[in-house]
Every structure is written in structure tokens, then in C-alpha cells.
């Protein structure tokens, strides 16, 4: 079993906090497309943060942690659904304004500047402590992480046949 918290402090308030808001406001938004996809979505980015996370923050490596311990504790499961509602909102506004070409390039830009600035927001709560990892380093992460967010998501819409902005399904 994975171990509780040191203690229940800054950085876990921030972790629950942020996913409860993250997940109230993608539950006020319009409906677009089917459940399962978002369920997909979520999937994909919890998957895809976890592999990043682990190939850069485990020996040999080892140039972070997470949350209190240096091994893997129970909030570090949390950690990565707070993303989450930030990848939905993401996707949602990708699929609503449909970018295509430079806009599509800037779109992943200011998401993954987004990301930035809460993983910055992230490490005042010391979610995150970097060792040999400096935060300008996960700019470029956030820039694969977001465009192979944007592929699954179009991918995904596609094997549902669901291009239509006007879907009356639900995104939560």
C-alpha cells in the first residue's frame, strides 16, 4: 500500500483543491462530445504524466520529487489527475475553435505556457522539488506532452465520428 502523507499540509491542500476546482469547472461546461472520451482523455494524460514523470524523476536520473517522500506516496496518484481537468478544458476549447495551421502551433504554445505557470504555482506548494530539474526544462515536455494530447484527442473524435461542434453529449 502507498504511504500516506508526512504531513497533510501546503502541498496536498493545493493538489485537492486545485483537482476539485479543475473538475467543478469542466462539470459547468457545454456538452461536446461523449463520455468516453473524456474518460479516454484523462487516461491518456494520467498515462502520459506518469512516464514522463518517472523516465526524469527516478535514478539514474532522479532530478525531482514529488510531494513529501522521494518514493511514490498516495497523493502522488492525486498529483497526476489535478492535470486532468486542465488537459479537458484544453481539448474542449481545441475541439470548440477547431485551430488550424499557426493558430494550431500558437494554441499549443500558450497551453503548454499555461502548464508552465501552474507547475511554477505548483512548486511554491512543494508539489514539486527539483534536485537538477529547472522549471524552463518543462516547457518543452509540456510541448510533446500537449501536441500528443491534441493527436489522441483528434484520433479519438475520429474513430467516434464525433467532428460535429454542435454534439449534444457531455464532455465531464
Known amino acids: 500500500m502507498l504511504p500516506l502523507p508526512l504531513r497533510f499540509d501546503g502541498n496536498e491542500w493545493f493538489i485537492i483543491l486545485c483537482t476539485i476546482f479543475g473538475f467543478l469547472c469542466?462539470?459547468?461546461?457545454?456538452?461536446?462530445?461523449?463520455?468516453?472520451?473524456?474518460?479516454?482523455?484523462?487516461?491518456?494524460?494520467?498515462?502520459?504524466?506518469?512516464?514522463?514523470?518517472?523516465?526524469?524523476?527516478?535514478?539514474?536520473?532522479?532530478?525531482?520529487d514529488i510531494n513529501d517522500y522521494k518514493k511514490y506516496e498516495l497523493m502522488d496518484v492525486v498529483t497526476y489527475f489535478m492535470y486532468s481537468p486542465f488537459a479537458l478544458?484544453?481539448?474542449?476549447?481545441?475541439?470548440?475553435?477547431?485551430?488550424?495551421?499557426f493558430a494550431l502551433v500558437g494554441y499549443i504554445?500558450?497551453?503548454?505556457?499555461?502548464?508552465?505557470?501552474?507547475?511554477?504555482?505548483?512548486?511554491?506548494?512543494?508539489?514539486?522539488?527539483?534536485?537538477?530539474?529547472?522549471?524552463?526544462?518543462?516547457?518543452?515536455?509540456?510541448?510533446v506532452a500537449t501536441t500528443?494530447?491534441?493527436?489522441?484527442?483528434r484520433y479519438t473524435m475520429k474513430y467516434y465520428g464525433r467532428h460535429n461542434p454542435k454534439s449534444e453529449t457531455s464532455p465531464q
Open 89 to 101: 478544458i484544453s481539448v474542449y476549447l481545441y475541439d470548440k475553435f477547431n485551430p488550424k495551421g
Open 148 to 153: 500528443l494530447q491534441m493527436v489522441f484527442f
Open 26 to 64: 469542466v462539470s459547468l461546461l457545454p456538452k461536446r462530445y461523449p463520455r468516453a472520451v473524456c474518460t479516454l482523455v484523462v487516461l491518456f494524460v494520467v498515462s502520459v504524466a506518469i512516464v514522463l514523470d518517472h523516465s526524469i524523476m527516478t535514478p539514474p536520473l532522479d532530478m525531482y
Open 109 to 143: 504554445i500558450g497551453w503548454s505556457a499555461l502548464a508552465e505557470f501552474f507547475e511554477w504555482l505548483a512548486t511554491l506548494f512543494h508539489v514539486y522539488t527539483y534536485t537538477t530539474w529547472k522549471l524552463p526544462y518543462s516547457f518543452s515536455v509540456y510541448l
